[in-house]
């Protein structure tokens, strides 16, 4: 019994075991900051003179790129994403053309994304897709508000 006691009395505590997390944290922000870093924000700039119209059965598009913004205004003016006239359809066709070659090369596919002002005739819009089509763009996004429901 003395053997015993003498036996726990010299014996070492155990010692604790602790897992270190500091590598685990360091590498959770490395992966946060590679992400933030490798994302790509996609804006779309706004005309404040274009107030496009309201479309109850409207979805946001899932595919945001290849965007080539074209404003038409409500006195049938337009503009570039940047708020650059485009004064006629010709300037249309060679923003449409310049813009569809750089996303050619990045392998995406061009839309006309077009703003057009609640109060703007049709025939406007028709002079801008009619410009996009002649510069090999057939796909045209109306941009236009969502009702709550």
């Known amino acids: 019994m003395a053997a015993t006691k003498l036996r726990n009395a010299s014996k070492e505590p155990e010692a604790e075991c602790k897992m270190d997390m500091s590598p685990m944290i360091d590498m959770v922000f490395l992966l946060l900051i590679f992400f933030i870093v490798n994302a790509t924000a996609i804006i779309v700039q706004t005309d404040p003179l274009v107030k496009p119209p309201i479309a109850s059965n409207s979805k946001p598009q899932e595919v945001k790129e290849g965007r080539i913004v074209v404003n038409v205004r409500e006195d049938g003016s337009f503009t570039s994403e940047d708020l650059q006239p485009l004064p006629d359809e010709n300037a249309i066709k060679d923003l449409v053309e310049k813009m569809k070659d750089r996303n ?46």
């Open 104 to 149: 050619d090369k990045l392998g995406v596919t061009s839309k006309l994304h077009l703003r057009g002002d609640k109060d703007t005739v049709f025939r406007h819009s028709r002079t801008a897709i009619r410009a996009a089509a002649l510069a090999g763009v057939d796909q045209v996004v109306f941009a236009v508000f969502i009702r709550e429901r």
